[in-house]
């Protein structure tokens, strides 16, 4: 159909009696002429064909009588006798007539074609499902699979779907750590290969269209492309979708315009028609093969503003529909009834009336569901079906309160099932009404501070001592959050808020337990001066926590010092930048059981790998935690391990503080010995796969990957003009008010480790998130109140410094060189020079191997080089009054807050050095949300990540701009910012300038690097020691 062939058919290979199948399939489906020009049977053993002319006649009747065909000859074997018995057996049947098209419908195909007009699923609904599990996003164990290059077992996955009944498989591949372009073709070429896999059409997910292109040219038949959408303004869409309609896919358009997304039914109708014009009328798109999404929203919800969303999307629906034909309809159905989580009946009966009336009456086409959740109409209770047609229709005011009650009913029969009684009546009380012991326990749980005192003060009264009140109602309540912390029905938003009232509640009791404990003393006759205050001996264990040297950042350390003090260990936090010698003493002299290093920046891997050596050195026997940002098992495994790891004190990486407790309980209790055999030997395995995996690898020499450098032509594509103001510019007039449009809160819910599951991952879908939404929204609300605070206060504040200079790559393209002034530039008289890495890990496609140095023009050109380094100045004050208020929980949010400021300042700066200081897109006119999707003109890399991972190259730019002097911000002997809420950037403002991770390079580079850098070679390999591709020495 997308070639639009006037003709097609068979040939050669084989005999007309062995195409038959073939051409009966061909004739039931193509829309043109069908032609057969078979052999004269199959080949004998010498090469020639046995049948007659009138054996070829009579084998090819069958077509002819079932008039399959349009027309007939030859091929090998076959005479001018044969041709002429074929033409005298078909002149008594009449061609194959043209079939009626009739309505156009969408045509997909795998291997096996699926018309989706056609396609029911088991409650005979016309869906179609596409099967969500070969996404990163969707998918775990997937995106564990694509990371580690596993392909062969992805497609066990894919599948595994295909078994479960998906009509479609849907492919991503989107990670920051992999490259999308590179792991979607691979993936693609695998899956065409694999029959079972290949069978069905494949949906091809990205958010960069550019892999979404890269798949599509290795994917066989006709697949889905998800998704494109006006938000990117009409010139870029029409352009999209003209490369879509060239490959002949079919694709999702998502009811988003340059405004944002369409909410009410108006909104859908409006921009779905507008997109449906373009598409059809100016794209001339093929309007059976598009599928607009319109978003379903959540209802349900209490606020009047959504009460609305179910019945504008199917009434939007209907609508698209009818001034549309031929579009099919999509959307994300879990969302709809989010308000009612944790209660599968509830849910799956809203969606099934919710869907009977999408899919039979407005014409809902697609969606991904689970088959086993879903519910026939006629399964749905007479009562709860009232109550979801009258909250999906918005019928009555009273829809949502109907519905909570009914889910509340539900609630209650499965916990009396649970206790195996029938129905369960509940008196309706105040948690404030209960005893003194719960009400402290339901505090704690709940994470209410308001009657602390007054609750902790009456079971004082009560309590023989002041210490049963934390041996009792206080540590029950911790051992349930402990609890229900490890079974991840709670959050780790929660255990803050638990462990500040805790520690509120302690605080209380301490002058009391001191009193009695020196009354006590005195009346024993001893000195109460000699009391030992540090008397931990009631404690679960002792754990020892820093941030090693030369790293100031301690939130995800403070975290994990919470949640293990919440499950009574002692802690013991020495700090940030602590020395080796400083964390080895203080291990000894508080004796600790366990120690713990956190590190954010890279540098501290290369520390941790000392402390480890030195605590073998020194005969610890302390198990050791390694955990931080920068930090991984792999790296765990292969480089701290090996120098300290045995059965009596392993070497363990810890990913979040949803899994110290495991660890510490582990390692403290009766069966460390067969938890540590276990991690032993899946490390073991892991260096093996890794240098395994380093013999696998292929590397080009330096050379090698320097004759294939990314090669601008500055003549076409010319160097961006001359900043408006060069040189170094101090920014002290940026307030919390200016940025806070730019913040991006995504990294903030994962500081708190609250992640949601596709398709609720990121901010703001993380809402709607069955398991973590309820929480991810209060965690929101608490950091919106705190910011107001913070703003109103002015208790933190902005500061930053930008430097713009005339730069050019030096002479062999590897470095970059600054000018003070264009006469420095003239005169050859460069004021500091910024070493590059090149990448040499061998690639799979034909692009280059890319530098930073390879966005700068070489010397003759006039081209400049932008850089910054911004702070948020004053959270350090706000912590330590939230330390002395014993406030765990706004101690970490203030963390987190200062560095949400400071990374939308940095973009708010950016945005500035683009269309001011700079200038070069002084036209731009992208929103905040097109920012944070980099849509920009330019890049601004960070030195020491990814596209230069070297963290010395920091003090070349802190020498450039005088960041210390000029701004305050100033760097650790690990050169970690400080304050640790601070980024820096190098800006490039070239078009072809682009982020990319270097990789890991040899030694030959490093090598060079370091006779660039007039660094001794044994220094260079310790700080670039992450990404060497071998053993130093």
């Not at 991503?172 to 079972?196: H, R, S, W």
């Not at 109602?473 to 079974?487: S, V, Y």
């Not at 100045?873 to 963390?895: P, R, T, W």
């Amino acid at each position: 159909r997308h070639a639009k062939p006037m003709c097609v058919g068979l040939n050669c290979a084989l005999g007309a009696k062995h195409m038959t199948p073939f051409v009966e399939k061909l004739s039931k489906c193509v829309e043109c002429f069908l032609h057969v020009y078979s052999n004269a049977g199959l080949p004998n053993a010498m090469g020639g064909y046995d049948e007659s002319p009138d054996d070829m006649a009579q084998a090819n009747k069958v077509f002819f009588e079932n008039g399959w065909l349009n027309m007939v000859g030859g091929c090998c074997g076959s005479t001018p006798p044969h041709i002429k018995a074929i033409r005298e057996m078909s002149e008594s049947y009449k061609p194959r007539k043209l079939p009626d098209v009739g309505r156009p419908k969408m045509w997909l195909s795998g291997l096996e074609d699926l018309k989706v007009e056609d396609v029911h699923n088991h409650l005979g609904l016309p869906f179609l499902n596409v099967g969500e599990r070969c996404n990163i996003s969707g998918s775990l164990r997937f995106k564990k699979l694509m990371m580690s290059g596993d392909y062969g077992t992805a497609m066990d996955i894919a599948k595994k779907q295909v078994e479960d009944g998906a009509h479609v498989i849907d492919i991503n591949v989107d990670d920051g750590m992999l490259d999308g372009l590179a792991a979607m073709q691979k993936f693609v070429k695998i899956a065409v290969t694999e029959p079972e896999v290949s069978k069905v059409p494949f949906m091809l997910d990205a958010s960069k269209f550019e892999i979404v292109l890269a798949g599509l040219k290795w994917c066989q038949g006709k697949c889905i492309v998800n998704s494109i959408s006006l938000k990117v303004g009409e010139e870029l869409f029409k352009e999209q979708a003209t490369l879509l309609k060239k490959h002949g896919c079919a694709v999702v358009v998502m009811a988003f315009d340059e405004e944002g997304q369409a909410a009410t039914e108006e909104e859908k109708v409006r921009i779905c028609k507008r997109s449906y014009d373009i598409l059809v009328n100016e794209v001339k798109f093929p309007p059976e093969d598009i599928i607009f999404d319109p978003n379903v929203l959540t209802i349900g919800t209490g606020m009047e503003e959504h009460a609305n969303y179910g019945v504008d999307f199917i009434n939007a629906t209907k609508t698209i529909k009818e001034i549309c034909p031929y579009v099919k309809i999509s959307g994300g159905i879990s969302n709809l009834s989010f308000g009612f989580r944790g209660v599968m009946k509830i849910r799956e009966s809203i969606h099934s009336v919710f869907l009977q009336h999408a899919i039979l009456e407005s014409g809902m086409d697609v969606g991904i569901v689970n088959a086993h959740e879903m519910l026939a109409l006629s399964e749905v209770e007479p009562e709860i079906k009232t109550g979801c047609d009258n909250l999906v229709f918005n019928k009555t005011p009273d829809a949502t309160d109907v519905m909570l009650e009914l889910t509340k009913k539900e609630k209650e029969r499965l916990e009396a099932l649970k206790n195996g009684g029938g129905a369960m009546e509940v008196k309706q009380t105040s948690w404030r009404d209960l005893d003194v012991t719960k009400r402290l326990e339901h505090a704690l749980i709940n994470g209410i501070s308001q009657y602390v005192d007054q609750d902790v003060e009456e079971a004082r009264q009560q309590a023989e001592k002041p210490l049963h009140i934390i041996e009792g109602p206080l540590m029950d309540g911790m051992n349930i959050i402990g609890d229900l912390f490890g079974a991840g029905k709670m959050f780790l938003p929660q255990v803050i808020k638990s462990a500040r009232v805790m520690k509120k509640a302690v605080a209380y009791l301490i002058p009391f337990m001191e009193e009695e404990k020196r009354e006590k003393l005195i009346a024993e006759g001893k000195n109460p001066e000699d009391f030992n205050e540090n008397d931990d001996s009631n404690f679960a264990g002792k754990v020892l926590m820093a941030t090693v040297k030369g790293d100031v950042h301690d939130i995800g350390k403070n975290i994990v010092a919470v949640v293990l003090g919440c499950n009574n260990y002692k802690v013991y936090d020495i700090g940030v930048m602590c020395s080796c010698e400083l964390i080895l003493e203080k291990a000894k002299e508080y004796n600790v059981d366990v120690i713990g290093l956190s590190g954010l920046i890279t540098p501290s891997l290369d520390e941790m790998v000392v402390v480890a050596k030195e605590m073998s050195k020194g005969g610890f026997k302390q198990p050791l935690l390694i955990g931080g940002a920068t930090t991984s098992k792999m790296h765990t495994a292969v480089k701290v391990s090996p120098n300290y790891f045995t059965l009596e004190h392993p070497v363990i990486h810890v990913l979040d503080a949803s899994r110290s407790v495991t660890v510490v309980s582990s390692l403290l209790g009766e069966n460390k010995e067969d938890y540590v055999t276990d991690i032993m030997e899946e490390y073991e395995e892991m260096r093996e796969d890794y240098y395994a995996g380093l013999e696998d690898r292929y590397f080009l020499t330096f050379d090698q990957a320097k004759e294939q450098k990314l090669v601008i032509d500055f003549d076409v594509v010319p160097p961006a003009p001359a900043p408006n103001k060069l040189g170094v510019t101090v920014i002290d007039n940026v307030s919390l008010e200016d940025v806070v449009p730019y913040i991006d809160w995504n990294p903030f819910f994962q500081t708190w480790e609250l992640r949601g599951r596709y398709p609720n991952r990121g901010y703001p879908k993380i809402f709607n998130d069955e398991a973590v939404g309820s929480e991810a929204k209060k965690l929101f609300d608490d950091a919106q109140k705190l910011m107001k605070e913070i703003i109103a206060n002015k208790s933190m504040y902005l500061k930053g410094v930008v430097g713009l200079f005339a730069a050019n790559s030096t002479e062999d393209g590897e470095d970059v060189n600054i000018y003070q002034s264009e006469d420095d530039r003239e005169n050859g008289e460069p004021c500091h020079k910024f070493c590059m890495l090149r990448q040499q890990s061998e690639k799979e496609s034909d692009d280059p191997y890319l530098s930073q140095a390879d966005f700068i023009a070489p010397a003759g050109y006039k081209d400049h080089l932008g850089m910054f380094a911004v702070s948020c100045f004053g959270c350090e004050e706000l912590v330590a009054k939230y330390e002395s208020e014993h406030d765990d929980y706004n101690k970490i949010m203030s963390q987190a807050l200062a560095d949400r400021f400071v990374e939308a300042f940095a973009e708010y700066l950016h945005r500035v050095i683009r269309t001011d200081m700079w200038g070069y897109a002084k036209d731009e006119s992208l929103n905040e949300e097109d920012l944070l999707k980099i849509k920009y003109v330019g890049v601004r890399p960070a030195p020491g990540y990814p596209s230069q991972p070297d963290h010395t190259e920091k003090t070349t730019m802190w020498n450039a701009i005088k960041a210390k002097e000029l701004a305050g911000i100033t760097l650790s002997e690990s050169l970690s910012m400080i304050p640790a809420a601070s980024v820096s950037a190098l800006v490039f403002a070239h078009p072809q300038s682009c982020y990319f991770a270097v990789g890991q390079v040899g030694k030959d580079q490093v090598q060079s690097y370091a006779e660039r850098k007039n660094m001794e070679l044994e220094l260079a390999e310790r700080w670039l020691s992450p990404i060497l591709n071998y053993e130093r020495d």
